[in-house]
């Protein structure tokens, strides 16, 4: 999938004195950056919005007339946003859900003081249960942006989330720890999300039977993640399918509609062996 955006006014003075491929890469880049920094805006301006957990409903919205969306037979779909983050950072994809049928869609806010990822999955399986009961769904479908999907994943593999959640989809999760910002190891649920630590090694263990399919989006402009494939999911147990996203970075990847559309294409896959798109380009 391709996304063509208009290229800036001072595109030619860049190819002049950055030529070949350097002046592709550099423009590549100062768009993502560009982009990540615009987001980042919003997203300070929406933050308030975000802060309090949204009103739950067991009944799909009115949809009668003119406002008539397509209803997908879909479970619901559970949205967990990263580390010192909220709600609000979905707003956008999840609109983007409910135009293409996803009526039943939930964002989950954990505390931003939250210092274990074990004791966030253990709070997002109470969260999941109560969904369940109230919507009558046997199963959730879960998306991840970075340490919400490390959340969701030990809740799906290790606490025997498998049970309720059908398909997890990851964006820019450090799956195999991150190495970035070493001054931030103070805090602990930091020094959680870095390579060799316990619950990495614990998550990187046999899961024998795990029934969620895991499917994760990266980014080649990734700065949050170090390495960059941390992001994607390689396990002998689990059914994986790892998609990479071309030129955007680590905020974008919740808000973009390129991103979204993949986001559906691996919800909307019937059985677990079905695949989601192989791969996004953002020129």
Not at 119 to 145: N, P, W
Not at 154 to 170: I, K, N
Not at 178 to 201: F, Y
Request: glycine share 10%; charged share 20%; net charge neutral.
């Amino acid at each position: 999938m391709k996304v063509t955006w208009v290229s800036p006014l001072f595109l030619p003075l860049c190819r002049r004195f950055w030529p070949g491929r350097l002046a592709g890469l550099s423009m590549t880049l100062l768009r993502a950056t560009a982009l990540e920094a615009a987001i980042l805006a919003g997203h300070v301006l929406l933050y308030p919005t975000g802060l309090i957990q949204e009103r739950r409903s067991a009944a799909l919205p009115d949809t009668d007339g003119a406002s008539r969306l397509p209803v997908h037979p879909g479970p619901p779909v559970v949205l967990l946003h990263g580390f010192i983050d909220n709600r609000s950072v979905f707003v956008l994809l999840r609109r983007a859900l409910a135009q293409h049928g996803r009526q039943r869609v939930e964002s989950l806010n954990y505390s931003p003081l939250t210092c274990d990822i074990r004791t966030a999955a253990e709070l997002l399986g109470r969260h999941i249960e109560e969904i369940c009961e109230r919507t009558g769904s046997a199963q959730v479908d879960i998306v991840g942006h970075s340490l919400g999907g490390l959340i969701a994943r030990y809740y799906a593999q290790c606490l025997g989330g498998d049970l309720r959640v059908r398909t997890l989809v990851t964006l820019g999760t450090p799956h195999s720890g991150t190495r970035v910002a070493p001054l931030a190891d103070a805090h602990p649920i930091v020094r959680q999300m870095r390579p060799g630590s316990a619950v990495i090694e614990e998550l990187a263990g046999p899961a024998p039977g795990c029934r969620t399919r895991f499917v994760t989006f990266w980014s080649d402009l990734d700065s949050l993640m170090d390495p960059l494939e941390t992001a994607c999911l390689e396990h002998a147990d689990l059914d994986t399918q790892n998609v990479r996203v071309t030129g955007i970075g680590h905020l974008a990847l919740p808000v973009h509609p390129a991103v979204a559309a993949g986001i559906r294409d691996a919800l909307d896959a019937p059985r677990p062996g079905d695949r989601a798109t192989g791969g996004l380009t953002v020129a």
